[in-house]
């Protein structure tokens, strides 16, 4: 971080967001919005996890990417002795997803999440019960963060039984193409519009999914999370930017009337 430095053309009264083995100048800033360094949350998070009584650090496993020039930096933390079994032999681990930036594209946010082993599916929810998001990141409360947690972690271990309930509901074709409208709905022209190509993608995937693991909202649900993990590595742009823009969209189809239906029945 550099604060008025005339080499750069900057004003006093600004900051710059600089990748120092490049010197590309990666956002200009305030005062008032002062960026923490990656390796600051870093540290901060791994105080916050080997801090919390709850979670269970056996053969944890830590995975850091970034993108956008290095700008945008994410860490994946997972906990393989941290798990729940939607069905017999079904396993879903916990995982720890943070993220942030130095070119402002990406707030500081936290999340609490989950992945299926089978398949390696990030487990994307209507909403988390941990899940920190701020812009104006300067430090970060230990406390409040491992309150979070272990409020993140129980609500982990209580989907066990709304996974096991999604199993037990049928649903029938047309209602997981309606769901699925929601899923593959994007801007074009600035309107709404519904991608046959992902339509097509989503349905074959339900139906060779759902022939191993019936018709049900949990295999529906699994190919939804699949589409939004298994980035198109042949299409351009992150990885990251792209699995955070598709699990929006099934946080959308887990939000929609047709799948609160559903679900009630």
Same mark, same amino acid.
């Given at each position: 971080?550099?604060?008025?430095?005339?080499?750069?053309?900057?004003?006093?009264?600004?900051?710059?967001?600089?990748?120092?083995?490049?010197?590309?100048?990666?956002?200009?800033?305030?005062?008032?919005?002062?960026?923490?360094?990656?390796?600051?949350?870093?540290?901060?998070?791994?105080?916050?996890?080997?801090?919390?009584?709850?979670?269970?650090?056996?053969?944890?496993?830590?995975?850091?990417?970034?993108?956008?020039?290095?700008?945008?930096?994410?860490?994946?933390?997972?906990?393989?002795?941290?798990?729940?079994?939607?069905?017999?032999?079904?396993?879903?681990?916990?995982?720890?997803? $943070?993220?942030?930036?130095?070119? *402002?594209? &990406?707030?500081? /946010? @936290?999340?609490?999440?989950?992945?299926? !082993?089978?398949?390696?599916?990030?487990?994307?929810?209507?909403?988390?019960?941990?899940?920190?998001?701020?812009?104006?990141?300067?430090?970060?409360?230990?406390?409040?963060?491992?309150?979070?947690?272990?409020?993140?972690?129980?609500?982990?271990?209580?989907?066990?039984?709304?996974?096991?309930?999604?199993?037990?509901?049928?649903?029938?074709?047309?209602?997981?193409?309606?769901?699925?409208?929601?899923?593959?709905?994007?801007?074009?022209?600035?309107?709404?519009?519904?991608?046959?190509? $992902?339509?097509?993608?989503?349905? *074959?995937? &339900?139906?060779? /999914? @759902?022939?191993?693991?019936?018709?049900? !909202?949990?295999?529906?649900?699994?190919?939804?999370?699949?589409?939004?993990?298994?980035?198109?590595?042949?299409?351009?742009?992150?990885?990251?930017?792209?699995?955070?823009?598709?699990?929006?969209?099934?946080?959308?189809?887990?939000?929609?009337?047709?799948?609160?239906?559903?679900?009630?029945?």
């Amino acid at each position: 971080l550099f604060m008025g430095n005339s080499a750069y053309g900057t004003p006093d009264n600004r900051y710059m967001n600089v990748r120092t083995d490049t010197n590309d100048i990666l956002a200009f800033t305030t005062k008032a919005y002062k960026t923490l360094p990656n390796q600051d949350i870093a540290d901060q998070m791994s105080e916050v996890i080997l801090s919390n009584p709850d979670i269970d650090t056996t053969d944890m496993e830590v995975i850091d990417s970034t993108s956008n020039n290095c700008a945008q930096w994410r860490r994946r933390v997972k906990f393989p002795a941290m798990t729940i079994q939607p069905q017999l032999g079904d396993i879903v681990r916990y995982v720890l997803d $943070t993220s942030t930036s130095y070119d *402002l594209t &990406w707030a500081f /946010t @936290s999340t609490s999440s989950a992945e299926r !082993l089978e398949c390696l599916n990030g487990m994307v929810g209507r909403d988390f019960s941990y899940k920190t998001y701020r812009r104006h990141t300067t430090n970060i409360s230990i406390d409040t963060e491992g309150t979070k947690l272990s409020n993140g972690i129980k609500a982990f271990y209580e989907s066990e039984e709304m996974y096991k309930r999604w199993n037990s509901i049928g649903v029938e074709k047309e209602e997981v193409e309606a769901l699925f409208t929601n899923v593959a709905t994007g801007k074009v022209s600035g309107r709404d519009k519904v991608s046959e190509k $992902t339509m097509d993608i989503l349905m *074959l995937d &339900w139906d060779r /999914t @759902s022939r191993n693991m019936g018709s049900t !909202l949990w295999a529906t649900y699994n190919v939804a999370t699949a589409w939004a993990t298994h980035h198109d590595t042949k299409r351009k742009g992150s990885k990251d930017n792209a699995e955070r823009g598709r699990n929006a969209k099934v946080a959308i189809m887990l939000n929609s009337n047709q799948w609160k239906v559903l679900e009630a029945a």
